[in-house]
């Protein structure tokens, strides 16, 4: 019952937005975020078959503020672990 996992984005301290917009049907409104400080993670199990996305924090140097790729990829292996977990006992299904 391993887990896998993949980014969904690169983490650059904002995230893109498109949505409908509501005066103009057809057309996309993009809104960009700024202060962005987590990253939409998937991760996947083979069997049963299983897959769940969710956001996960990232991981900044001991100066707050240079982000640390080492360091979120640990962090989503620690959280992979609580997903096989929750799996194992049936919270995600």
Same mark, same amino acid.
């Given at each position: 019952?391993?887990?896998?996992?993949?980014?969904?984005?690169?983490?650059?301290? /904002?995230?893109?937005? /498109?949505?409908?917009?509501?005066?103009? &049907?057809? &057309?996309? *409104?993009?809104?960009? $975020?700024?202060?962005?400080? +987590? $990253?939409?993670?998937?991760?996947?199990?083979?069997?049963?078959? *299983? $897959?769940?996305?969710?956001?996960?924090?990232?991981?900044?140097?001991?100066?707050?503020?240079?982000? +640390?790729?080492?360091?979120?990829? %640990?962090? *989503?292996? &620690?959280? %992979?672990?609580?997903? %096989?977990?929750? $799996? %194992?006992?049936?919270?995600?299904?």
């Amino acid at each position: 019952m391993a887990i896998t996992f993949t980014k969904n984005e690169t983490f650059n301290g /904002t995230r893109v937005h /498109t949505l409908p917009d509501p005066d103009n &049907e057809g &057309e996309t *409104i993009t809104e960009t $975020i700024t202060g962005v400080r +987590d $990253i939409e993670v998937t991760f996947t199990q083979d069997d049963p078959e *299983i $897959i769940h996305t969710r956001m996960v924090n990232v991981c900044f140097e001991a100066d707050g503020t240079t982000y +640390d790729s080492d360091a979120t990829d %640990a962090r *989503i292996a &620690e959280v %992979a672990a609580g997903v %096989a977990h929750k $799996i %194992a006992v049936g919270v995600i299904s």
